[in-house]
């Protein structure tokens, strides 16, 4: 069975360096999606991603975070400057249809900024 | 926008009890539900699905879950569970109608089952 792969599954960092989490979705499906949850809260959208742009995103998607296609099959998020709030597990996912809210989750990368 | 209510944050059952579990979203339009389930170290996967029709939709592993449209709920339920029940169960919605198409989360349930 396709499923989304997420890269790394734990990353540990220093207050204020770059960090990227890569996601590699379902080869067939065309929309993606980042969201995060900090431990203890909701699960929170951050940003979608459809035909090499930006579809959607959150008030948390601030100019601090950035989403890239690379090379046709990686989805990554980067987060620049890291801070101790950012501390939170990133799940990826990928939807074949757009507009039916199914999507497929990675297994999600946890990331402690310290 | 849609926001999600999911009231029990931890629950814990011994085998063969019944379950379930509360989901709540506000929403005035129309809106797809969703169930998700998370097991311990692997990734959130789709349990069921509301779009129309038939109100009490089944989903996988003997889940059923119920669209009360007047209560705004969306409650997930199980006859009987079993210690593989185990997981963070979420609960996500959909507003069409000018709503979101991005599904929104609840913070998850928590289901610890004791053989």
């Known amino acids: 069975e396709p499923e989304v792969t997420q890269t790394p599954s734990h990353q540990v960092t220093q207050m204020g360096q770059e960090v990227i989490l890569r996601c590699v979705p379902i080869s067939n499906h065309l929309y993606f999606y980042w969201y995060r949850q900090i431990l203890g809260q909701k699960v929170e959208f951050l940003v979608s991603?459809?035909?090499?742009?930006?579809?959607?995103k959150s008030e948390i998607f601030d100019d601090q975070f950035s989403v890239e296609r690379p090379d046709g099959s990686n989805f990554t998020l980067k987060i620049r400057s890291t801070k101790l709030e950012d501390s939170a597990m990133y799940f990826c996912a990928s939807s074949e249809k757009g507009l039916t809210g199914e999507l497929f989750f990675g297994e999600g990368s946890r990331l402690t900024v310290l | 926008a849609q926001s999600v209510s999911q009231h029990n944050h931890h629950v814990i059952l011994s085998e063969a009890a019944s379950l379930e579990l509360g989901c709540n979203y506000s929403y005035g339009g129309t809106v797809n539900l969703f169930w998700y389930v998370q097991y311990p170290g692997q990734h959130l996967q789709l349990l069921l699905k509301?779009?129309?029709?038939?109100?009490l939709v089944k989903g996988i592993k003997g889940f059923e879950a119920e669209f009360i449209k007047s209560k705004f709920s969306f409650n997930l339920r199980k006859p009987s569970v079993q210690w593989s029940d185990t997981a963070e169960y979420f609960c996500a919605v959909t507003g069409l109608s000018g709503g979101s198409y991005i599904p929104t989360f609840g913070r998850g349930t928590s289901l610890i089952v004791h053989p």
């Open positions: 991603f459809y035909n090499n742009e930006i579809s959607e």
């Open positions: 509301y779009f129309s029709g038939d109100p």
